[in-house]
């Protein structure tokens, strides 16, 4: 089997875990640059994309995380993951930086700085199984902008004002993100798609 780390700096820690292991992963928490070297891919939960980018630096995983990322380890971010992993950012922090890695440009906190969530139902036809996904949308960026070979995986559905028709999920190779949080609704179908991306790297 595959050993999937969680970024536990911050974020629905728990929920990853549970979420990884319901798909059939090994699943351990990652907080320091020797359990990052143990992992065959790394979920990146959201939170506060400058504040875990401080706490990456401040645990030392900053740099052995872009090394990885950049020697073709799979990582999943989710809502401030997809922050981390973008080369670009709109409505940053002043002088925020991300870990980058995905050819997307994100706008954070597009649905509205005063929307804290939004929740609709989404198609995303490259899980296994039917049906829509639930998503849970906190703060969330959104893609406004994607680079060479970026796979769209999900868009907002019409009917949701500014948010309509938005990109909200992609994949590029052995990178994978949301702008949602699929690790609060127990449909761990997100889960099991990055466990297989995982699971194909290694066996390559
Ligand atoms: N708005 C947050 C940020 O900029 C992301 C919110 C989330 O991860 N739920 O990092």
Aim: with cysteine; hydrophobic share 45%.
């Amino acid at each position: 089997g595959v050993t999937i780390g969680v970024l536990a700096l911050q974020g629905d820690v728990r929920e990853h875990l549970a979420a990884l292991s319901g798909a059939g992963a090994h699943a351990v928490r990652v907080r320091t640059p020797e359990e990052l070297d143990a992992v065959d891919g790394l979920v990146l939960p959201g939170g506060e994309s400058t504040t875990m980018e401080k706490l990456l630096r401040a645990f030392g995983l900053r740099e052995p995380l872009v090394e990885r990322i950049d020697a073709g380890m799979p990582v999943y971010g989710s809502c401030a993951g997809m922050i981390l992993l973008a080369d670009e950012i709109l409505d940053g922090a002043p002088g925020q930086r991300t870990l980058g890695g995905l050819p997307i440009t994100v706008r954070r906190n597009a649905f509205g700085r005063q929307v804290d969530s939004f929740e609709c139902d989404l198609a995303m036809p490259a899980l296994e199984g039917d049906g829509p996904v639930r998503a849970v949308f906190v703060r969330a960026p959104w893609v406004e902008e994607v680079g060479p070979d970026v796979e769209v995986l999900a868009r907002v559905p019409e009917g949701n004002g500014v948010a309509s028709d938005r990109v909200v999920a992609v994949r590029r190779g052995d990178l994978l993100a949301t702008s949602f949080h699929p690790e609060i609704t127990g449909d761990h179908r997100v889960h099991a798609y990055f466990t297989r991306v995982v699971r194909e790297r290694v066996n390559a």
